[in-house]
């Protein structure tokens, strides 16, 4: 018998999804402002080719041969043009399914000495919002239908099942907040109203 154990000792763990799955990691960075406790976000660049000018956490694609943990860290460093010594990771968050692209590592980090004035390639402008807005106000809340469409060819007849079949369909969420000027929602406002509520239940 091969012996498993010898060969998936050092075991590289992956996500098994649809091709390209996009397997990222975010930091949800919490920096205290006047004594509150608040998120620092990222306005994204609008010259960027992906969610040019939406409210974002810093983070991005983890790298072949890299952790989801490094690749948070990396992120944050590069969009926030600091040091790995001004970010303090607490916690591995939950994890995010996005419906259609994959998988996102979350962590909690406590910032310190970050310049909040900074604009790169990638960043328009930081901007923060103290934790207690999202324990105060809900957000609006709508939903999409994702359902899946079989290609053309699709042999269905092979498989004997009928070109009616019921695939299912997915009812996603998605929420948005509104703070000032700014609109925070999708993946980036689920992220943080499910640290908020699991911060209220601890606290």
Same mark, same amino acid.
């Given at each position: 018998?091969?012996?498993?154990?010898?060969?998936?000792?050092?075991?590289?763990?992956?996500?098994?999804?649809?091709?390209?799955?996009?397997?990222?990691?975010?930091?949800?960075?919490?920096?205290?402002?006047?004594?509150?406790?608040?998120?620092?976000?990222?306005?994204?660049?609008?010259?960027?080719?992906?969610?040019?000018?939406?409210?974002?956490?810093?983070?991005?694609?983890?790298?072949?041969?890299?952790?989801?943990?490094?690749?948070?860290?990396?992120? =944050?460093?590069?969009?926030?043009?600091?040091?790995?010594? $001004?970010?303090?990771? &607490?916690?591995?968050?939950?994890?995010? +399914? #996005? /419906?259609?692209?994959?998988?996102?590592?979350?962590?909690?980090?406590?910032?310190?000495?970050?310049?909040?004035?900074?604009?790169?390639?990638?960043?328009?402008?930081? =901007?923060?919002?103290?934790?207690?807005?999202?324990?105060? $106000?809900?957000?609006? &809340?709508?939903?999409?239908?994702?359902? +899946? #469409? /079989?290609?053309?060819?699709?042999?269905?007849?092979?498989?004997?099942?009928?070109?009616?079949?019921?695939?299912?369909?997915?009812?996603?969420?998605?929420?948005?907040?509104?703070?000032?000027?700014?609109?925070?929602?999708?993946?980036?406002?689920?992220?943080?109203?499910?640290?908020?509520?699991?911060?209220?239940?601890?606290?």
């Amino acid at each position: 018998m091969i012996d498993y154990r010898k060969i998936f000792k050092e075991y590289d763990k992956g996500v098994i999804g649809p091709d390209k799955a996009f397997i990222s990691s975010v930091v949800l960075p919490v920096v205290e402002i006047e004594g509150r406790d608040s998120i620092i976000f990222q306005l994204r660049s609008k010259n960027l080719k992906h969610q040019p000018g939406e409210v974002s956490l810093p983070g991005g694609r983890v790298d072949n041969g890299e952790t989801p943990r490094e690749a948070a860290i990396r992120e =944050f460093c590069e969009e926030l043009e600091s040091n790995s010594s $001004n970010l303090d990771i &607490i916690t591995e968050l939950d994890s995010y +399914i #996005t /419906p259609t692209k994959g998988i996102i590592h979350c962590y909690l980090g406590i910032c310190k000495n970050v310049d909040l004035d900074i604009k790169n390639d990638e960043v328009e402008e930081l =901007f923060t919002v103290p934790i207690d807005f999202f324990k105060k $106000n809900e957000p609006d &809340i709508y939903y999409n239908t994702i359902k +899946i #469409t /079989p290609s053309s060819d699709f042999p269905f007849d092979e498989m004997n099942i009928s070109r009616e079949y019921f695939w299912g369909s997915l009812k996603n969420q998605v929420i948005f907040y509104k703070y000032g000027k700014y609109i925070i929602w999708g993946i980036t406002a689920q992220i943080v109203r499910n640290f908020v509520n699991k911060l209220s239940s601890m606290v």
